[in-house]
Protein backbone atom coordinates (compact mmCIF):
# COMPACT_ATOMS: atom_id res chain seq x y z
CA UNK A 1 0.00 0.00 0.00
CA UNK A 2 2.76 2.28 1.30
CA UNK A 3 4.54 1.63 -2.50
CA UNK A 4 1.67 2.70 -4.36
CA UNK A 5 1.13 6.16 -2.64
CA UNK A 6 5.15 7.39 -3.06
CA UNK A 7 4.77 6.19 -6.42
CA UNK A 8 0.99 8.56 -6.89
CA UNK A 9 3.37 11.13 -5.09
CA UNK A 10 6.46 10.90 -7.35
CA UNK A 11 4.00 10.59 -10.94
CA UNK A 12 2.32 13.80 -9.23
CA UNK A 13 5.56 15.46 -8.83
CA UNK A 14 6.87 14.53 -12.14
CA UNK A 15 3.69 16.03 -13.52
CA UNK A 16 4.32 19.06 -11.99
CA UNK A 17 7.73 19.47 -13.20
CA UNK A 18 6.65 18.53 -16.68
CA UNK A 19 3.60 21.04 -16.56
CA UNK A 20 5.88 23.84 -15.46
CA UNK A 21 8.65 23.05 -18.33
CA UNK A 22 5.97 23.22 -21.10
CA UNK A 23 4.55 26.46 -19.16
CA UNK A 24 8.20 27.95 -19.38
CA UNK A 25 8.29 27.26 -22.79
CA UNK A 26 5.02 27.98 -24.41
CA UNK A 27 4.48 31.06 -22.71
CA UNK A 28 8.10 32.41 -20.47
CA UNK A 29 10.90 32.00 -23.19
CA UNK A 30 8.02 33.63 -25.87
CA UNK A 31 7.49 36.74 -23.26
CA UNK A 32 11.20 36.71 -22.83
CA UNK A 33 11.98 37.13 -26.94
CA UNK A 34 9.16 39.64 -26.97
CA UNK A 35 10.60 41.53 -24.22
CA UNK A 36 13.97 41.90 -25.26
CA UNK A 37 13.03 42.56 -28.95
CA UNK A 38 10.45 45.17 -28.11
CA UNK A 39 13.26 46.88 -26.45
CA UNK A 40 15.27 46.54 -29.43
CA UNK A 41 12.94 47.86 -31.90
CA UNK A 42 11.85 50.95 -29.46
CA UNK A 43 15.85 52.05 -28.91
CA UNK A 44 16.33 51.63 -32.83
CA UNK A 45 12.89 53.82 -33.78
CA UNK A 46 14.02 56.34 -30.89
CA UNK A 47 17.54 56.49 -32.25
CA UNK A 48 16.55 56.86 -35.50
CA UNK A 49 14.37 59.79 -34.95
CA UNK A 50 16.61 61.48 -32.81
CA UNK A 51 19.38 61.54 -35.39
CA UNK A 52 16.84 61.99 -38.30
CA UNK A 53 14.25 64.30 -36.80
CA UNK A 54 11.09 63.96 -35.11
CA UNK A 55 8.66 66.07 -36.91
CA UNK A 56 8.08 65.78 -40.30
CA UNK A 57 10.80 64.25 -42.22
CA UNK A 58 10.90 64.18 -46.23
CA UNK A 59 12.58 62.54 -48.55
CA UNK A 60 16.69 62.44 -48.79
CA UNK A 61 19.87 61.23 -47.43
CA UNK A 62 20.30 60.64 -43.80
CA UNK A 63 23.24 59.17 -41.94
CA UNK A 64 22.81 56.89 -38.43
CA UNK A 65 25.93 56.66 -36.67
CA UNK A 66 26.79 53.60 -34.47
CA UNK A 67 27.75 55.86 -31.13
CA UNK A 68 24.31 56.88 -30.61
CA UNK A 69 22.30 53.85 -31.05
CA UNK A 70 24.49 52.29 -28.91
CA UNK A 71 24.08 54.72 -25.92
CA UNK A 72 20.39 54.22 -27.01
CA UNK A 73 19.91 50.05 -26.55
CA UNK A 74 22.15 50.94 -23.24
CA UNK A 75 19.47 52.83 -22.17
CA UNK A 76 16.60 50.73 -23.21
CA UNK A 77 17.27 47.67 -23.44
CA UNK A 78 16.46 46.48 -20.05
CA UNK A 79 17.40 42.61 -19.57
CA UNK A 80 18.63 41.56 -16.38
CA UNK A 81 22.65 40.11 -16.47
CA UNK A 82 23.43 41.80 -20.18
CA UNK A 83 26.92 43.36 -20.24
CA UNK A 84 28.79 45.34 -22.39
CA UNK A 85 26.46 45.61 -25.08
CA UNK A 86 28.28 46.76 -28.38
CA UNK A 87 27.32 47.95 -32.40
CA UNK A 88 29.66 47.86 -35.25
CA UNK A 89 28.63 48.93 -38.87
CA UNK A 90 30.99 48.27 -41.66
CA UNK A 91 30.46 47.93 -45.11
CA UNK A 92 30.60 44.19 -44.71
CA UNK A 93 27.46 44.73 -42.16
CA UNK A 94 25.70 44.97 -38.43
CA UNK A 95 27.56 43.39 -35.54
CA UNK A 96 25.57 43.22 -32.20
CA UNK A 97 27.17 41.80 -28.97
CA UNK A 98 27.15 41.65 -25.89
CA UNK A 99 27.80 39.19 -22.88
CA UNK A 100 25.38 37.37 -20.32
CA UNK A 101 26.71 35.40 -17.39
CA UNK A 102 29.75 35.19 -18.53
CA UNK A 103 29.08 34.09 -21.97
CA UNK A 104 30.02 36.33 -25.05
CA UNK A 105 27.29 36.66 -28.00
CA UNK A 106 27.37 38.63 -30.70
CA UNK A 107 24.96 38.31 -34.11
CA UNK A 108 25.33 39.69 -37.30
CA UNK A 109 23.58 40.53 -40.37
CA UNK A 110 23.68 43.15 -43.63
CA UNK A 111 21.38 45.59 -43.91
CA UNK A 112 19.56 46.33 -47.57
CA UNK A 113 17.03 47.91 -48.54
CA UNK A 114 14.31 45.90 -50.60
CA UNK A 115 10.96 46.76 -51.43
CA UNK A 116 10.66 50.14 -49.46
CA UNK A 117 11.88 48.79 -46.33
CA UNK A 118 14.98 47.99 -44.00
CA UNK A 119 15.93 44.09 -44.37
CA UNK A 120 18.34 42.18 -42.55
CA UNK A 121 19.60 39.16 -44.20
CA UNK A 122 21.96 36.57 -43.84
CA UNK A 123 21.35 36.68 -39.70
CA UNK A 124 23.79 34.96 -37.65
CA UNK A 125 25.13 34.29 -34.16
CA UNK A 126 28.15 32.93 -32.77
CA UNK A 127 26.78 31.42 -29.73
CA UNK A 128 24.34 28.42 -30.23
CA UNK A 129 23.85 27.66 -26.54
CA UNK A 130 22.24 31.15 -26.44
CA UNK A 131 20.49 31.16 -29.79
CA UNK A 132 18.05 29.55 -28.50
CA UNK A 133 16.75 32.30 -26.29
CA UNK A 134 16.93 35.04 -28.55
CA UNK A 135 16.94 33.33 -33.05
CA UNK A 136 19.45 35.60 -35.09
CA UNK A 137 16.16 36.11 -36.78
CA UNK A 138 14.03 37.48 -34.31
CA UNK A 139 16.70 39.70 -33.21
CA UNK A 140 16.84 41.05 -37.11
CA UNK A 141 13.22 41.47 -37.35
CA UNK A 142 13.34 43.67 -34.35
CA UNK A 143 16.18 46.04 -35.88
CA UNK A 144 13.99 46.29 -39.15
CA UNK A 145 10.65 47.07 -37.13
CA UNK A 146 12.40 49.55 -35.70
CA UNK A 147 13.68 51.71 -38.77
CA UNK A 148 11.16 50.30 -40.73
CA UNK A 149 8.20 52.05 -38.33
CA UNK A 150 9.93 55.30 -38.28
CA UNK A 151 10.36 55.63 -42.13
CA UNK A 152 6.54 54.46 -42.27
CA UNK A 153 5.32 57.09 -39.77
CA UNK A 154 6.86 59.40 -41.73
CA UNK A 155 5.09 58.51 -45.25
CA UNK A 156 8.43 56.96 -46.71
CA UNK A 157 10.07 54.19 -47.84
CA UNK A 158 13.56 53.16 -47.87
CA UNK A 159 15.15 53.35 -51.70
CA UNK A 160 18.62 52.49 -50.62
CA UNK A 161 21.99 52.42 -48.08
CA UNK A 162 24.93 52.40 -47.84
CA UNK A 163 26.89 51.27 -44.98
CA UNK A 164 30.39 52.52 -43.91
CA UNK A 165 32.28 53.00 -40.97
CA UNK A 166 30.60 53.23 -37.55
CA UNK A 167 27.02 54.61 -39.85
CA UNK A 168 24.65 54.17 -41.85
CA UNK A 169 23.57 56.43 -44.51
CA UNK A 170 20.10 56.15 -45.71
CA UNK A 171 18.01 57.22 -49.16
CA UNK A 172 14.47 58.06 -48.09
CA UNK A 173 12.09 58.12 -50.90
CA UNK A 174 8.09 59.08 -50.74
CA UNK A 175 6.04 55.88 -49.75
Do not use: H, W
Amino acid sequence: MRRRGCLIGAGGLFGLLLLCCVVGYFVGLPRFRDSIGEGISESVSTEVAGQIGTGQVGPGSYTITVADLQEQLEARVDVQNVEDLGVSITPQGLTLAFSTNGQQVGYSGIPVAQNGQFVMNDMTVDNDGLAFFLPADNLGESIESGVNNYFSAQGLAIGSLQLGEDEITVEAIPA
